[in-house]
């Protein structure tokens, strides 16, 4: 006879009597406070082994055991199982960090209420027990047995058994609030278990996005250029660890010098990965990447031919070389957003876009003009994405260049005062909110 066809454990066995009504209001009363004060200190818990000891030390004080036992079937296939935690054991066993260290057994009394998977009391388990059952020593000894599983996703896939040496032992009015409390507290330690493991795997991909952000920032320039007649800062800001916007410079024959500003679309790792393919490509141009217009033709067919066509990504960008000797820049741009040019001599702000085309990586076999303008001494170039203009505050409106410029109404700034005067408007605005998206700055003030 197994254990589900003994009279002792029939359904009648684990019926609710009207426990509250037959006992003294001081006896509920008493149960209430343990109760509340078992569940206070559960909610303090934020390590699962610490819940469990604390559990295990209230209910024992509640519920008088001569010994207990904690299975699990979790990841195994029937007959067999893993003890977790058992009252004989001398050293404590962290079941989810030290699995290895569990006994697994096969069948027996405890597997066949385990994949019953219904609470039972037992009266006397003394016939269902033979000296060839897998844990014997565990229920050697003892004539009553309550077993209590705790189900997930409607499986009973832990169980915790409670044994008393007299027959007869288990009250059966208490039987279900104890099923209840047992079965709450079992749920409650899943979800902090997979709080922890959902824990450990942010800190993993935080890690690696780190990793990740240092790789990207390592594609950047590590100082500036120096240029004569250029004073030159910049502001790099991503809106995760890692981002899309790119800058960079270009050592050119004749003194001249190349100013790139681009933009991946999206956001996070896979602009990043994307940001280091343009470094690449940029950087393999072959021979010098000049004129601009060459540049841009040569990453868009790149791009175009081999890394954007399947998944919809495009770059926007910004190319020009300076000539100090003529302080002349030349400049091509692909649906970046137009630089601003403050002449500080003449009072006002332009924006550079007498030419534009596509976006890199749309289209293939495309050709980039080029215009050029002259500067005089004191202008203000400003490069920047549009995480700059797009920055947004709480009411969801945008800072805008009209702000941008008004901030470079100042021209006694250095190059360095000028970003750190745009950064401080954005924080202003935003009012220090976190960027939604990738902002950078590329300030060049002539001399």
Not at 29 to 40: G, K, S
Not at 195 to 218: C, F, M, W
Request: glycine share 8%.
């Amino acid at each position: 006879m197994t254990p589900t066809e003994s009279p002792a454990v029939s359904a009648q066995a684990i019926e609710a009597g009207p426990a509250i009504a037959a006992t003294a209001p001081e006896d509920w009363l008493e149960r209430l406070a343990a109760i509340t004060e078992t569940m206070r200190e559960m909610s303090t818990h934020t390590d699962p082994q610490a819940m469990v000891a604390g559990y295990g030390r209230r209910v024992r004080q509640m519920m008088p055991s001569d010994r207990w036992i904690s299975l699990s079937r979790r990841g195994l296939e029937f007959p067999k199982y893993r003890i977790t935690r058992s009252s004989t054991w001398t050293e404590t066993i962290d079941p989810w960090k030290q699995k290895e260290l569990l006994p697994l057994l096969e069948g027996g009394l405890l597997g066949d209420l385990l994949y019953g998977d219904e609470p039972r009391i037992i009266d006397d388990i003394t016939p269902l027990l033979s000296p060839d059952d897998p844990a014997f020593e565990y229920l050697n000894g003892f004539r009553s047995l309550m077993a209590v599983p705790h189900f997930d996703r409607g499986v009973g896939l832990n169980m915790v058994v409670t044994l008393r040496k007299e027959p007869g032992a288990w009250e059966r009015d208490k039987f279900p609030e104890r099923v209840w409390l047992s079965s709450l507290f079992g749920r409650a330690t899943q979800n902090l278990v997979l709080s922890e493991e959902l824990k450990r795997a942010y800190e993993i991909v935080d890690r690696e996005l780190r990793v990740v952000a240092d790789i990207q920032r390592s594609l950047l320039p590590k100082t500036l250029p120096k240029i004569p007649g250029v004073e030159l800062a910049t502001y790099y800001r991503t809106s995760q660890w890692a981002g899309g916007d790119y800058y960079d410079f270009f050592e050119l024959p004749g003194g001249r010098w190349g100013f790139l500003i681009a933009d991946v679309s999206g956001h996070g790792t896979p602009a990043a990965v994307m940001m280091a393919i343009l470094h690449s490509l940029t950087h393999g141009h072959p021979g010098s990447p000049d004129p601009p217009s060459a540049l841009l033709k040569h990453v868009n067919q790149r791009l175009a031919s081999q890394y954007t066509a399947e998944n919809e990504v495009f770059v926007t960008a910004f190319y020009g070389i300076y000539d100090p000797a003529k302080r002349e820049f030349t400049y091509s741009c692909a649906g970046h957003n137009p630089p601003r040019l403050r002449k500080c001599s003449q009072g006002v702000v332009l924006s550079i876009e007498d030419v534009g085309g596509p976006p890199l990586g749309l289209f293939e076999d495309l050709e980039y003009a080029e215009s050029k303008v002259t500067f005089s001494p004191g202008d203000i170039l400003v490069l920047y994405t549009d995480g700059i203009t797009e920055a947004m505050n709480g009411k969801s409106e945008q800072f805008t260049s009209d702000r941008l410029d008004g901030i470079l109404a100042g021209c006694n700034m250095s190059a360095s005062q000028i970003v750190d005067a745009i950064v401080a408007g954005i924080s202003r605005f935003t009012d220090n909110l976190d960027p939604h998206d990738d902002q950078t700055l590329l300030v060049a003030k002539i001399s």
